[in-house]
Structure formats: C-alpha cells, structure tokens
C-alpha cells in the first residue's frame, strides 16, 4: 500500500512538471479554499496554519477559510476534511499524531492514512526539551540519567497524555539510557510545567517555548534537546543525541504538515506544494514560526510520505514497548 | 391515593442508568484497586452511587401521595424533532434551509396559529439568524440548500 | 515599582486612544454575545483572532478580555430571562433569577446582576493590584491532592443547592460524575463509554449538555403552559426598581461573593464554577430563611454573579504570570499572544509591565463601561418579555442549535442536544436539578484525575492527601461539612 502511494505520488509530479501551467487546472482555485484544523483556534497548530493560509492566500487570490474542528487529538480534524472533501478546494493541516500513532491509540480513526490522505508537504517541526526544576540540583543529562538510573520508578515524569508525543519522547528515551521512569499523564504542557516547579513531578519532555521562560526566571534547568540539529529558539540547549551515552541517531520531533484529501488532482497538490515550500523560505515567515517554537520544514509530498513511513514505525516500536510494560 | 408518579420514574430511570453504567464499565474498563485506581473505577463507583440515590429517590415516592406532572408528549416529541432536524439539515440545506425548516417544524406544538403565521415567523427568523450569523458573527456555514 | 506607580502607568497606558477603542469593541461585542444563547465568549474570540494579526499585541489582549468579561454580563441575561445558561456559572444564577423573572421580577433580576457583576469585577481588581504576586505564584503550591480535595469540598458544599430534597442533589451530581466520564481517560489513556465515535473521545460538549438540559426541556415545558403566557403581563415598571428589603440583601452577597470569586479564580481549571456555586452555597448556609432560596432570592443571584466576575479578573494572574490558562477561552488569548511572538509567562510582569498593568486598567474601564451599558439596556430586556411566548420559541430552539455548533462546528453535537433534551425535560418533571448535575459534570473529570495524579505520585500512598497542608485543611472542612447537619439533629434531640 505504501509503495502504491509512493509510486503513484511520483507519476503525479512526473504529470504536473508536464502538464503544468497549461493545463485545465489554469482556473484553480475558482473558489475560497476551506482548511480543516483538528485543533482549536489558538492553539499552536492553528496559529501556525494561520501563518501559512494567510501567505497562501495572497498568493492564490482567493480568500483561505481555516476551518477549526478540534477533537480526538486532531482527528475530528481530520474526518471532517474528509467528509467535506471532493470539490478540490478542501484541505487541512495536522500534527504528526493522528498521521501516525493515532491508528494504534483509538479504536477506529474512520480513515486510513494510506489511502484516504494525499501528503502535501511538510510545514514545521518542533523538538521537546527535556526539563527538570532548578531546584532538584540536576544540571545536566548525565546528572539525570544517574537520578533517574538509581532504582526503577525513582524519577517522575509528566506528558500530556497517554500516547502523547510527550509521552512517547520520555519513553524513547528511557528506553535508550536504559531507565524506568515513572509516567504521570497531565493534559497540558502547562500544567506540566506548574507540577515540574511545584516540586510535584520530576522532569518532562516539552516544548521548547513552554519551558524557556521559566529557564530565563531561573526555576527550570533543560538538560537537552531532541532534534538531530541545534534548535534556533534554543541554541544552547545541547542535543540529546550522542551525549551521555545516548545513540548518534536519536531523533523525537513533532511536525505538522499540510494535507489533501487523496482524491485531489495531483497538479493542485503540487501547485500548492511550490507555493508553500516559497512560502516557508520567506524569512519573515521563518521568524515568526520560530518565536513560536516551529522551525520551518519545506519539502515534497514524497519526503512527508516517508517522513510518516518512518515514524509511524519508530513510535510503533515505542508503544509496543509500553502497552508490553 | 394518587403516587407522586414522576418521581417514581424519574428514581427509577436513574437507578437504571446507574446500574447499566457500572455493569459496562465494570466489564470493559479495567477496575484497579484503590491505591491505584483504573480507568474502571470511577464509573463502576458512581454507577453504583446513582442508581443508590435513583432507588432513594423512587422507593419513598411510592408510598408517597404528589400532584402528578404535566406530560406534553406533542410539544416534547416536536421540538426534539427540530433540534435533530436543524443538525441533520445544517450541512445539506444550509443556514437558511435548515433555520425555515426548523422554525416550521418547532411552530407545530403551537395553540390556535395558522400556516400563515407559520410561514411568515419562520421567514422572520431565518432572517435574523442569517444576519446575526452569517452577516454578524461571520460563522463559516454554508448559506443556501447545495442543488447537487 | 510601587502598585501606584504600576496602576498609572497601566492606565495611561488604557486611555491611549488606539488602546481604549479596542477596549470599548471588546466589552460591546462580549456583552451582545453573551446574550446569545450558547454563544459566548469563545465563538467571539475565535472570530477576533485573525483581527488580531493586524493589531498590536497589547491592543489584542484587552480587546479579547474585553469580549471575556463582557460575555458574563451577557450570560446572566440569558440565564435570568430565559434560563439559558452558557456556562454552569450562568446555571447558578438560573437558580433564583428565573423564578424571580416568573414572578415578574426580571427589573430586579438583571438590575441586582449586573450591579453585583460590576462590584465583584472591581473587588477582583482590587485583590489582583495588592496581591498578584501571591495570586501567581499560588497555582503552583496547589498540587494533585489539593486540587482533589479542593474540589472534593467544592462538590459537598454545593451539593444540596438547588435541589428539593438532598437525595436528589447527590443523584445530579453522581449523574454529572457519570456523564464527565465519558471520553478518553486522561490517566489510563482508556476510551470510555465512547461507542466507537470520535465525536465523544473528548467528552461530552459542555455546551450541549447546558443548552438541552435547561434551554430544550424549558422550551418544551412551556409551550402548552398558560402560565408562562401570563409573565408578561405581570411585568410593570415599578418591579424595576428595588426595593429597599432588596436594597438591604444584596451588599453582604456581593461582599462575600467578590472574596470567594477572587481566591478560587487564581486557580486554573474551574475558578469561575467554583466560585459561583460556593458563593450560592454560602450565602443560603448564611441566610436566616435557607427556604427561600431557589424561589427567587435575590442574594442567590448577587453572591454568584459577583463571584464569578471576580473570579474572571483575577483568573489572568496564572495566566499571564505563569502562562497556565485557566480554560480554553483563555488559552485562545495566550494564542493570539504567542502569533505576535510572546510567550506569557514569569518573566512578563518585568519584561512587559505595561501590557500586565494596561490590562489591568483595561479592566476597570472596560467593567465601568459594562455597567453603563448594561443598565440602561435593562428596560429592553424587559420589553422582549413583553414578545408572546410562541414568537420567542423557535427562536430560542435555532440559536441555540447554532450556540452549541459554534463550539466545535460538528451537527453531532447539535443531534446530542436532542437527546439531552429530552433527558432534561424528564428531568424537569421529575423536579431534577440540572445545575449541579452541570457541577457534577464540570468537577467530575478534575477530581477523578487529580485523585488518581495524586496517587500516582505519591506511590499509592494514600496519606498525602493528609501530608500536604492544603489538602488536609480541605480534608477536615468537608469532615465539618459533613458532620455539622448531623451535629445539629444531635443538637435539636438533646
């Protein structure tokens, strides 16, 4: 099913570099475009899809309506483009969760990742921090990792959820430093981070802007960071990757991409494909995603389609690793 | 002796739910113990607490003389029937569709009014609907009945 | 930097014309937003927020507080008029604003709630200037088992309100309980009672819940009722205007209303519920005739309508000061901060005094022109009464449909609201309160979680619930509440 998707994603660029721009897409779109968003406006998905519709917009002349339908971890978001779909002027933004992990974690998402959803690109990525309280006297990821190795379940960490990519972090890496820490589930990144000062909880994988400023006040140590480059938000912060015993490799991002539902034309997905990458390399753009914990991440429906290959199996193995615990 | 009948009902119905909530629970949700509770035991315990309270409720009531309740099963059977009507027609008639449909259906439980009256509220309404809505607070809904 | 120095320099900062006018659109816009059945303050925000990429970012703050606070004038409105609360703060203020709008005494309604909201705004401003930085730093010496307790406590106050016999008040709530359970579990990560539909794996919508459960099932008890026909036409001018019994009651409420709203509100999650119902509970524990209450008391709607405006001021403390939003609306204020690259949170007091101190401003300005307003507005209100029943209704029935589909723009939830209505209306016959069912519902997932949080912290040690100095205080006032009615019967044999 994979490589159908894949070979069917490369005859459609193949087509596009081809018919484009003659071709009886000339009057795309003739309409505003509707975006779904699995997540409520504010949210740091929605300000990002914001950012980008609004430069799409611009550039399409037509009017980019987001259309907000939070629920499910952003599945609802999902389900609702597809219920809406077929007109081509229907698409939507995601985070990676219910692109990948979501199918294992509920009972039935009602659509197949496969063959219900076309890649359109990737927008941006986030990686987590791994936080501790300043007052806990950690102060770096060796300090933690021997905290945290001295006997199983000796250090608490908090998420935001079951299944979360919080939560699936933390277990990624305890399962590289060969640690067993013991998972508390909150709801939000803020809340995480209250029970992190309050003494309550340990550490937490979050997001680098969730946890900044507390480092800036002097209450919060990060000891490290998840992605497999130096972050821009947090440049000091070291990686994760290759320090205190952890393998070269280790790579944990959130991303969040825009989609297509699967019957779109493959010329409007490369079309809309150009205009994004362009508009993702406009510095500005960078900028602002950037203050917003987003480093921007332009690439070809064919890189996401294997961007989702990949995790869907790494976090598989993750919480194969846990539902076994 | 006439018995305070709506609380006898509305006690057992109670109890009910109550018990078939935690029966479900009980079976599908994991209970855990009380140190460290599962996803099972708040609903098996509050299952149990309700149709408890339900039968508290039911039992006195029998024995119990009360002025029995005026049931409008027309207006009730109506209105629920526009409420569905409205969710279920929102994305194939559209704002104005749906809001003249539901307003036409909502009027029927009403007293001495002809189709007139029906008619001309309905009108009435969708209007102010659209311009408070569509016009005023810019909800993104489609407006008008989609002809495919 | 004195508190006077910081107050001047927040309202010179408000009274810039460019700042004000934001100020004047948000509080106009909250408060005819309120007034919509179901609408409220999110559905408005979620529209301003793309206004808000053009605007400066101290601008889009107050502007959107402004649609926040302003939208509790407007609750009240639906809820005293109409019995249709939004939220289940409006849902206390149903208790006895309704009954008095059926005796013909709406004027005295709306006039008690919106004088009662204005001082119970000011009183939270007040304890937010002298006090924002223990407010702040307050959300984080409450951990897991306070928050439990706490709202352990919450529950058993309350429990009794509203209801005709006690029984029936603990059944609403166990159903509440019951009903927050469904959805996914945020400890186990467990889907329950979710039947396959996505729709429901984040629980049931609140606003769906309240709309059914109050606006449908009174739809439907009225329409055959001539006595609502009649309310009408008991209305005459001099039911306006207090009187001096009236004038009397209200001072304490609004007092002891302001204080509870103030403390609970700094607290994220539930400030403004808690502070409502408790306000309610305390001044019926208080009243010399408890009987009254639930039939029109006009301290039932002072107490709540103060706690839950003061509890809406100083709930921006843990959200500016920690970056912690107390509920989705405010969450959606800390976005439109975060588009224009500002991360909330312990630095903002010193790095952006100005933006802390002009909101600050923005809000006594704002709720003084919430007063002016709403007043005079009060004489219309009335005069809708005055609109037959049966042009009303259908009414009623569409915007509250379009209420609840602004929530999260899914008909699903608008197919729930059938049902729930019918739940409601059973409910109404069988003299159900629906209000602490919607307490039930609202505290129900919080306690669950936090009790088990709490737990799981604690390595199954049940005794932190007494360690933790928060949390056993809370642990002993409900052993006193829970004593106390049977220290009394001891009392009253002996």
């Known amino acids: 099913m994979k490589q159908s998707t894949t070979l069917r994603l490369v005859l459609a660029s193949a087509l596009c570099s081809l018919a484009l721009p003659a071709s009886a897409q000339d009057d795309w779109p003739s309409q505003p475009l509707r975006v779904f968003v699995g997540f409520p406006a504010?949210?740091?998905?929605?300000?990002?899809?914001?950012?980008?519709?609004?430069?799409?917009?611009?550039?399409?002349?037509?009017?980019?309506?987001?259309?907000?339908?939070?629920?499910?971890g952003g599945v609802i978001g999902i389900q609702q483009m597809l219920v809406s779909a077929g007109d081509g002027h229907t698409f939507g933004t995601t985070i990676n969760g219910p692109m990948t992990t979501s199918q294992r974690m509920m009972d039935d998402t009602g659509f197949d990742v496969a063959e219900d959803i076309a890649p359109v690109t990737l927008l941006a990525t986030s990686p987590l921090v791994l936080a501790v309280a300043s007052d806990s006297g950690i102060e770096d990821l060796e300090g933690f990792i021997a905290a945290a190795g001295a006997e199983p379940d000796a250090l608490s960490y908090g998420s935001v959820g079951q299944g979360s990519g919080a939560h699936l972090t933390a277990e990624l890496f305890a399962a590289e430093a060969g640690l067993s820490m013991l998972h508390i589930p909150f709801t939000s990144y803020a809340e995480v981070t209250t029970s992190i000062i309050g003494g309550e909880i340990d550490a937490g994988f979050m997001a680098p802007s969730a946890a900044l400023s507390f480092v800036e006040a002097g209450t919060m140590n990060v000891l490290g960071i998840t992605s497999s480059e130096p972050f821009g938000q947090a440049p000091d912060v070291p990686l994760i990757a290759g320090s205190a015993g952890l393998p070269e490799d280790f790579r944990a991002e959130l991303w969040n991409a825009f989609i297509a539902p699967a019957d779109t034309d493959e010329a409007i997905i490369a079309r809309l494909n150009t205009e994004i990458t362009d508009i993702l390399e406009d510095p500005g753009v960078q900028e602002q995603m950037l203050g917003m914990g987003w480093q921007v991440a332009p690439g070809t429906p064919e890189s996401m389609a294997e961007r989702i290959a990949v995790d869907t199996e790494m976090w598989g193995a993750v919480i194969d690793r846990v539902e076994a615990q | 002796m006439q018995r305070d009948w709506p609380e006898v009902w509305g006690g057992l119905i109670l109890a009910i739910v109550g018990i078939g909530a935690a029966l479900y629970a009980g079976q599908n949700y994991d209970l855990g113990t009380l140190r460290q509770m599962g996803p099972g035991f708040f609903p098996v315990a509050m299952g149990l607490a309700l149709s408890g309270f339900g039968l508290f409720i039911a039992l006195p009531a029998f024995w119990r003389g009360g002025e029995g309740a005026q049931f409008d099963g027309i207006s009730l059977v109506l209105v629920l029937a526009a409420v569905l009507v409205f969710g279920l027609a929102l994305p194939r008639l559209g704002l104005v569709g749906a809001s003249f449909v539901t307003v036409l259906i909502a009027t029927l439980p009403a007293q001495r009014r002809g189709w007139l009256w029906r008619g001309v509220l309905a009108l009435s309404i969708t209007l102010v609907t659209v311009l408070v809505f569509h016009l005023g607070l810019r909800m993104t809904l489609p407006l008008w009945p989609r002809l495919s | 930097m004195s508190t006077w120095e910081?107050?001047?320099?927040?309202?010179?900062?408000?009274?810039?014309?460019?700042?004000?006018?934001?100020?004047?659109?948000?509080?106009?816009?909250?408060s005819f937003v309120g007034v919509l059945p179901g609408i409220g303050a999110m559905a408005a925000i979620s529209l301003l927020l793309p206004l808000t990429f053009y605007m400066s970012p101290e601008a889009a703050l107050i502007m959107l507080a402004g649609v926040y606070y302003g939208a509790q004038y407007g609750g009240a409105v639906?809820?005293?008029?109409?019995?249709?609360?939004?939220?289940?703060?409006?849902?206390?203020?149903?208790?006895?604003?309704?009954?008095?709008t059926q005796q013909?005494?709406?004027?005295?309604?709306?006039?008690?709630?919106?004088?009662?909201?204005?001082?119970?705004?000011?009183?939270?401003?007040?304890?937010?200037?002298?006090?924002?930085?223990w407010l702040s730093a307050l959300a984080t010496r409450f951990g897991a088992a306070d928050y439990a307790m706490m709202m352990i406590f919450g529950l058993v106050a309350a429990s009794t309100i509203g209801a005709t016999r006690p029984v029936k008040g603990f059944a609403m709530i166990a159903l509440g309980v019951l009903l927050g359970c469904i959805g996914t579990d945020v400890n186990s990560g467990a889907q329950r009672f979710t039947f396959g539909q996505a729709e429901l794996l984040d629980g049931l919508n609140l606003v769906a819940l309240a709309m059914g459960l109050f606006g449908v099932a009174e739809v439907i008890a009225n329409i055959r009722n001539p006595e609502r026909q009649k309310t009408a036409a008991r209305i005459s001018m001099r039911s306006l205007l207090p009187t001096r019994d009236d004038l009397r009651r209200i001072p304490l409420p609004i007092l002891r209303g302001g204080a509870l709203g103030s403390f609970f509100g700094a607290l994220p999650g539930t400030g403004s519920t808690l502070s409502a119902f408790l306000a309610y509970a305390t001044e019926r524990r208080l009243s010399r005739q408890p009987e009254r209450f639930g039939k029109g008391a006009i301290e039932g709607v002072a107490g709540p309508e103060a706690g839950n405006n003061a509890a809406s001021i100083t709930a921006f403390t843990p959200t500016l000061t920690l970056g912690i939003p107390g509920d989705p609306i405010m969450a959606l204020m800390l976005g439109a901060l975060i588009i224009?690259?500002?991360?909330?949170?312990?630095?903002?007091?010193?790095?952006?005094?100005?933006?802390?101190?002009?909101?600050?401003?923005?809000?006594?300005?704002?709720?003084?022109?919430?007063?002016?307003?709403?007043?005079?507005?009060?004489?219309i209100w009335i005069a809708m009464l005055r609109i037959p029943f049966n042009y009303l209704y259908p009414a009623i029935i569409v915007f509250l449909c379009l209420g609840v589909y602004s929530v999260r723009g899914l008909t699903f939830d608008i197919v729930l609201v059938a049902g729930i209505g019918l739940a409601g209306y059973l409910m109404t016959l069988a003299k159900?309160?629906?209000?602490?069912?919607?307490?039930?519902?609202?505290?129900?997932?919080?306690?669950?979680?936090?009790l088990r949080r709490a737990l799981l912290v604690a390595r199954g040690d049940p005794m932190v619930f007494l360690e933790r100095p928060i949390s056993a205080g809370f642990v002993f006032a409900i052993v006193v509440l829970l004593l106390f009615p049977l220290w009394r019967l001891w009392r009253r044999k002996a």
């Open chain 1, 42 to 72: 504010g949210s740091s998905p929605d300000v990002l899809a914001r950012v980008v519709t609004e430069k799409l917009s611009e550039r399409l002349g037509q009017p980019v309506v987001i259309e907000n339908r939070p629920g499910a």
């Open chain 3, 6 to 30: 910081s107050l001047l320099l927040g309202l010179s900062f408000a009274l810039q014309p460019q700042i004000l006018i934001y100020c004047v659109l948000g509080v106009l816009l909250g």
């Open chain 3, 78 to 100: 639906a809820s005293i008029l109409l019995r249709l609360p939004g939220t289940p703060q409006s849902a206390v203020t149903t208790l006895d604003g309704y009954p008095l």
């Open chain 3, 340 to 379: 224009h690259g500002i991360q909330p949170g312990p630095m903002m007091l010193e790095a952006r005094p100005e933006m802390f101190w002009g909101l600050v401003a923005s809000f006594a300005i704002g709720n003084l022109l919430l007063i002016l307003l709403n007043l005079p507005l009060i004489g």
């Open chain 3, 432 to 450: 159900l309160s629906p209000a602490l069912l919607l307490l039930g519902f609202v505290l129900g997932p919080l306690i669950e979680t936090n």
């Open chain 3, 104 to 133: 013909g005494r709406a004027g005295l309604a709306l006039f008690t709630a919106m004088i009662s909201s204005f001082t119970g705004a000011m009183i939270g401003i007040v304890v937010l200037v002298v006090l924002a930085g």
